[in-house]
T-cell receptor, first 116, second 117 residues
């Protein structure tokens, strides 16, 4: 079974609007972490935001916030006030503390295009 | 600033030759590094975990004799693609974890785009 599922291969958003990128996960490990990365066309992987399984509040980092719904096993990324430079591939990833240590498992990614 | 340096960023080689990719942690000692592979428009797939001073741990389906990993020092891991074939053409990217706290992300190098002709 897929551990990380990103159901949106591509998303489009108008500049200055908000966009939500979906991510659902599957794990039986009670302790896990969820990460979002941005990958521009240059290929580098840029860490955006982290949510721990025991965190009570949704994570926020500037224009990025994470809509964490533990019971539904979803960790959607919300980007507010989109900018042209936000156009990139976005990956959701999970670390299962007990079973995978430091390794991250990645979803298939969502290609975000911000239109002017 | 950059945490991980990966070299080369791009390499073209002929079928049958070997290619070495270096991954360096810049300002800390990394006992463990991770090598990922990414085909165009696809996700990152973990190939192997590189362990300083011991053998690498390979993921299922990854040929250890084809993808040789050496982690001889606390700041350097190398991936050698031996007897490369066109199907080995891919984006290879290494990563390290700077701290052992739960919220510590993986920091990635800029990747190496390998083309085998």
């Amino acid at each position: 079974a897929q551990k990380i599922t990103q159901t949106q291969p591509g998303m489009f958003v108008q500049e200055k609007e908000a966009v939500t990128l979906d991510c659902t996960y599957d794990t039986s490990d009670p302790s896990y972490g969820l990460f979002w990365y941005k990958q521009p066309s240059s290929g580098e992987m840029i860490f955006l935001i982290y949510q721990g399984s025991y965190d009570q509040q949704n994570a926020t980092e500037g224009r990025y916030s994470l809509n964490f719904q533990k019971a539904r096993k979803s960790a959607n990324l919300v980007i507010s006030a989109s900018q042209l430079g936000d156009s990139a591939m976005y990956f959701c990833a999970m670390r299962e503390v007990r079973t995978s240590g430091s390794r991250l498992t990645f979803g298939e990614g969502t290609q975000l295009t911000v239109n002017p | 600033g950059a945490v991980v340096s990966q070299h080369p960023s791009r390499v073209i080689c002929k079928s049958g030759t070997s290619v070495k990719i270096e991954c360096r942690s810049l300002d800390f000692q990394a006992t463990t590094m991770f090598w990922y592979r990414q085909f165009p428009k696809q996700s990152l797939m973990l190939m192997a975990t590189s362990n300083e001073g011991s053998k690498a741990t390979y993921e299922q389906g990854v040929e250890k004799d084809k993808f040789l990993i050496n982690h001889a020092s606390l700041t350097l891991s190398t991936l050698t693609v031996t007897s490369a074939h066109p199907e080995d053409s891919s984006f290879y990217i290494c990563s390290v974890r700077r701290a052992s706290t739960p919220n510590s992300p993986l920091h990635f190098g800029n990747g190496t785009r390998l083309t085998v002709t």
